[in-house]
């Protein structure tokens, strides 16, 4: 694969990821980049057929159904989109000989280790959403085509539907906030996650040995936090152009009640990946502080 431009079919490019990778890809090779009306990962017998006539050399599959709390009344949906549809692309891959790069959650865990899990860690979902990546995982390990599963964590960014963007709303609107401060997890930012995924893809194509190297990769940032750590520091940037903000308290899982259980720990041990490929993603407060473009901690003034 070395210098060549590679067609790379990429899904979900509304999605925080898919957007993000659709500029990350760009210097690798032509994208082609589906959403939802050119390709329907709901319907699983039109995602061949979709892929042939693409005719693509890797395929990028950020999309997911990733409503947690929704899935728990749509699983056959959210199975459709998280489980079938990728094992099809996946299968698509194998039967073109093509490598497939696809993504996962920490939400495969179900958080009662209390370290951070490595991809030897036994997963075991505790919700719909988390139980259908997991089968998707599967599906496209199965499937024989060179693959990654790269599982992120608490995904968020300027643009879509995530955490940051909800508790700017809410911390700039509220008195007060309540935020469950018994779930432990690494924010992550999206545009960290589509740069390290091209970096990956670039030195994986460059190897003589994608198989051996197939399988599940941790890309998450590092360190650990609760959701109030998160909103505490999400608050502490609002604060130098926001007078008046929300105060924060913490509560315990169950003064939240949400129809999808989450894990008590997801962080990801990202060890395997900085081995394999030589990529890390920073920190989770220095990747907030160059999301939200403030002064970096330890820059030079
Ligand atoms: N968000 C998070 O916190 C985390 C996400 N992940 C994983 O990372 C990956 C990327 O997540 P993220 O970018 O946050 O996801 P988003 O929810 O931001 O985007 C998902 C994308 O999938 C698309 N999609 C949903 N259903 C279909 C369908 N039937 N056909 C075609 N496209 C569809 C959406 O399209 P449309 O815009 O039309 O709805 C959207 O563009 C996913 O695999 C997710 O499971 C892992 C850990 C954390
Ligand atoms: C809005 C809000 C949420 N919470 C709690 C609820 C929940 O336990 C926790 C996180 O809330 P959310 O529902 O926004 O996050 P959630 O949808 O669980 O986020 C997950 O999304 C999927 C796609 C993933 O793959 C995971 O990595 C993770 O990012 O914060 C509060 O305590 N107070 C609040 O005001
Ligand atoms: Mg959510």
Redesign the pocket.
Known sequence: MRGVRVRILL?????????ELQRTLAPLGEVIA????R?????TAGIRRAVDAIAPDLIV???????VDQAESEPD?AH???AA?PGELAQAAAARGIPLV??????VFDGRKSAAYTEADAPNPLGV?GAT?LA?EQAVARAGAPHLI????????LR????LLTMQRLLRERDSLAVVDDQFGAP?W?RL?AEATALVIVRWLDRPDQIATSGIYHL?CGGRTSWRGFTAAIRAHLAATDAKLACLTAIPTAGYPTPAARPANSQLDGDKLAATFGVRLPDWETALALCLDQDFPQSIK
Do not use: C, M
């Not at 899904?11 to 957007?19: A, D, P, R």
């Open positions: 899904t979900g490019v509304n999605g925080q990821v898919g957007w589906v959403d939802r009306s390709l329907d990962l709901a319907d599959n950020p999309a997911a159904y990733t409503v949906l459709a989109i998280n549809a696809h993504f996962s959650t920490d939400y959403y990546k998707g790269l599982r992120a964590s608490w995904v968020y960014g879509g539907r995530n955490f992550t999206s996650i998450s």
